[in-house]
């Protein structure tokens, strides 16, 4: 893969964000050239799949369509360990029944590796509660969120030794477009230069077919609103305007397991931008933190944009709006967000409807790191007790 450097960094602290970078050849070919350009980054197929071989990709699904499913496992790279979390109804149609049949299916023909488990499974509940990360649960299930599906994804990734994590939205049309965020994920961890890095997908065009053909919407509705208020957020504090962080809500996306380890995440929809703003919080330096190793050799966020275009299920009005109602309460609760910053978001809300004024968006909830927890105990218990779970050979 051949990727450009990145033109700008914003630096604050420990923490370094890097502007978008663009993918310039999927596939660079195997030898590397005796007169590399100094304006990109080059990573031959030997090296990407040494990296592959310590990934691991987490799906989080909720009722998908079983074709679509099927046609992102078949765009993940083959030595990418893939860990399905399921949050799909089972009443009164077994949803998740339906998902097994169509991964089953799948390895008959790939024989690929992979481990799959219902997030509402009760094993779950016994697991951490034997580990003492008792924090996601609620009425002794796993809480509902894709938040709460993709850290339990990291827990089982963290079980089998995995180095990398990443993350990919099962309602992805474009297999093409899984295969190119793989191969991302990898070039990144490739580039980076400490072992807390972070990556994350920009979109080229969110396409959507109107009327006789397709139309390539630059922009995302709600990442647009979440990206502007991140930047106003980081321009308050470095007292420079700036727009460098252009990956607020970006489902696709991945980081080191050691970086994984140290993180907090956000219930639901909120996971994505809470990770920015907790890098911000943990490590610009404007507060005290615990993890002076991170401090010491820095963390690295990557954004990257792929060639090809994003196709998924259009949502509807109602789930917009819960989107940026979660993401800018992130914002707007961070300890870092000062009066004026939040006057400006409630009147954003407030113009578009989702409060109504005197009204402030509700806290969300956030999940502690899982540094501590013992992942292997949790595989254990799961693969003796749980209904849901399956797991090829690794």
């Given amino acids: 893969m051949r990727i450009e450097i990145p033109r700008y960094s914003e630096r604050l602290g420990a923490l370094r964000i890097h502007d978008v970078q663009r993918v310039i050849e999927i596939d660079s070919g195997s030898l590397k050239s005796l007169s590399e350009d100094f304006h990109v980054l080059r990573f031959s197929v030997d090296e990407i799949k040494e990296v592959e071989s310590r990934m691991a990709i987490v799906l989080p699904v909720k009722n998908e369509k079983p074709n679509i499913l099927e046609g992102v496992l078949s765009g993940i790279p083959h030595d990418v360990l893939v860990i399905i979390v399921s949050n799909s109804s089972r009443a009164p149609i077994d949803r998740y029944q339906i998902e097994v049949d169509t991964v089953l299916h799948f390895y008959r023909f790939s ?30 299930d796993v809480r509902d969120g894709k938040g709460e599906g993709m850290v339990l994804g990291i827990i089982l990734a963290k079980a089998l030794g995995k ?18 965020y793989a191969k991302i994920y990898a070039s990144a961890f490739l580039a980076a230069r400490t072992p807390y890095a972070m990556v994350r997908i920009r979109w080229p065009y969110k396409t959507k077919f109107v ?79 615990k993890y002076e190793d991170v401090i010491s050799k820095g963390v690295e966020v990557f954004q990257v944009e792929p060639r090809n275009p994003h196709v998924h299920e259009e949502r509807g009005t109602e789930h917009i709006k819960e989107m940026i109602l979660k993401s800018l309460s992130i914002i707007y609760h961070s300890s870092l967000c000062d009066e004026e910053l939040k006057e400006q978001i409630l009147n954003e809300l407030v113009a578009r409807e989702i409060l109504k004024p005197g009204e402030e968006p509700p806290k969300q909830r956030t999940i502690p790191p899982i540094a501590q927890i013992n992942a292997s105990k949790v595989l254990e218990i799961l693969a003796e007790q749980a209904e849901s779970f399956i797991a090829t050979e690794m």
Avoid at 256 to 284: D, H, K, N, W
Wanted: hydrophobic share 40%.
């Fill in 111 to 140: 024989r690929r590796s992979f481990i799959m488990v219902h997030q509402k499974d009760p094993a779950w509940g016994l697991a951490l509660k034997k580990v003492n990360y008792t924090s996601i649960l609620e009425d002794d």
């Fill in 163 to 180: 180095e990398f994590i990443g993350f990919i939205d099962s309602d992805n049309y474009i297999p093409g477009a899984v295969y190119e």
């Fill in 211 to 289: 009327g006789k053909g397709f139309y390539f919407r630059r922009r995302g509705r709600v990442s647009e609103i979440t990206n502007k208020y991140i930047n106003m957020l980081l321009g308050k504090l470095t007292h420079f305007e700036t727009d460098i962080v252009k990956t607020g809500n970006s489902g696709d996306h991945a980081m080191t397991m050691r970086l994984a380890e140290v993180m907090e995440f956000a219930e639901g929809f909120a996971i994505e931008p809470y990770e920015l703003i907790y890098l911000i919080e943990q490590f610009s330096g404007l507060r005290p933190t």
